[in-house]
């Protein structure tokens, strides 16, 4: 029964300073640290901010034998306990790692508990006690032994249970709310005077109950968890989060958070706000949908290496779509954002070449070495399983309204109730889509997960009362380019796009676009006013100390890229029509 003591006193060196006894260990005793955290799928090699790693066993210090990057081998005897000193440097403000200052702390478990093999099923018990002054713990670990401020000894079932519950420490804000009769916490870090926690409890809560009535229908609900935590570290400049069992980590840019006097209607609510909103939204959603209804790959987890599957589109990708549309059915945004949100998702789909290229399945498999290392080629090689994950999602959901057999809600609900809240594999998602719509939907997936067609979005939105409109493209689309643009470094090119005719004229990634035809180009948007459609213009680029003039054919209106998609409510749907995307939008 591994017993893990952590230190968060040195502050000032960022480092926690851990403590693991174990009480029987075996005689060659292996501990690790993990790889990756689940939830995030990136090698990202935790063992690397550990250092200093000591053994002893009764009083006398025992050789540690290091036997690849994260693993480690003490010989010990099996009649004493074996206690191991290390430390773990925490100066990652992401919610995947650790971080401590002397303003707060905070770490997942895989960042700090070496795995103690062969114990991994035992339970695990972890002691907060040294802390800086007036500092109090947060975590929806279960407690054992603990004081008014959260400091004492916690408890886990097992080595996955004791890694999948983050920890916070400081001063924070904490609030606390029920929805479906279940206790719900949330503990704000870093947030400026006039944040209004009511507020976000508030608006929280409406989120919370309107998902466990998603999963579990009426009263009695029972959600898989007897009590849940959100804890929210606002800072600077920041967004993300990342889910566990009974709680989520989030980060969000402290602008973003509910200031006291904010507007109550939902058209005035500020965009990051509701973008803080679709968040909590996306992250509570994971509880059900990747933490326990999840890959078949994923029923126990390989902390040393890459745990592949191709199903990050449905857990993913139709979490992205519920984030957003939990917001319209609980009345925290109105119709019109939430199609705003629809047609932004759309948009950037549109404006990615890679789309043509890399299936969804693929994305999914391929995120290890894919997603998180994007760099100025990801647009044209790859596809978001979060983004166009969402728009199948949408596509599903609207197809089954159209053909009258069922909605996509109740295909979630299938899979849960016949997988008992348990693993899944494709086989059951195709399942529940034709149990739901009686009928097979294999040509869907093969085309739109395991192929790479284009969705039929604009007929099925509009079959749910709901206008489709194309806007011009802006010049960067016409040109096929993304850029950033500065006094300081002016035009400068982010990402060439396939197909487009900035890359028939040879511009690369990095280069600033200094002139078009002897005018000084401070601002893209002014290349409109000099070139003319399907006429050459010359281009001068700066590229490594070095200035170029390139041939560009300027585009005309037939082979500019695609502009932005506007969304919105139809003035006069038939009734069919007006029936359907009413009950879509209110669940």
Known sequence: MPLYRLDATDTRAHRFHVTCTVESPAPRQRVSLPAWIPGSYLVREFARHASGLRARQRDRDLAVHQLDKATWQIDAAADAPLVLDYDVYAFDTSVRAAWLDAQRGFFNGTSVFLRVESAEGEPHRVELRALPDGWRVATALSPEEIDGEGRGRYGARDYDELVDHPVELGRFWRGEFLAAGVPHAFVVAGALPDFDGDRLLADAARICEAQIRFWHGGEPAKPPFERYLFLLNAVDEGHGGLEHRAS?????ARRDLPKRGLAKEPAELPDGYVGLL????????????????????????DYTRENYTRLLWFFEGFTSYYDDLFLVRTKLIDDARYLKLVARTITAVAATPGRRVQTLADASFDAWVKYYRADENTPNATVSYYAKGALVALAFDLTLRREGAGTLDRVLQRLWAASDGGPIDEADIASALETVGARSYAPELAAWVHGTDELPLQTLLQEVGVEWQAT??????????????????????????????????????????????SWRLRRLDDAARIAESGQGVALLVSRDQRVLTLDLAWPDDA?????A???KRAAQPTPEAKARGEAWLSG
């Open 278 to 301: 679709g968040l909590v939204s996306h992250e509570y959603f994971h509880t059900w949908n990747v933490k326990r209804l999840k890959p078949r790959e994923f029923a126990r987890y």
């Open 472 to 517: 011009p493209p802006t010049v960067a689309q016409r040109l096929g380019l993304r850029v950033t643009e500065s006094a300081l470094t002016g035009v400068k090119a982010t990402h060439v796009l396939r197909g487009g005719a900035a890359e028939a004229a040879g511009v690369s990634a990095g280069d600033e676009l200094l002139a078009l035809d």
């Open 559 to 563: 082979a500019a890229g695609a502009g």
């Open 565 to 567: 998609v506007n969304l």
């Open 248 to 252: 989520t980590a989030l980060v969000a």
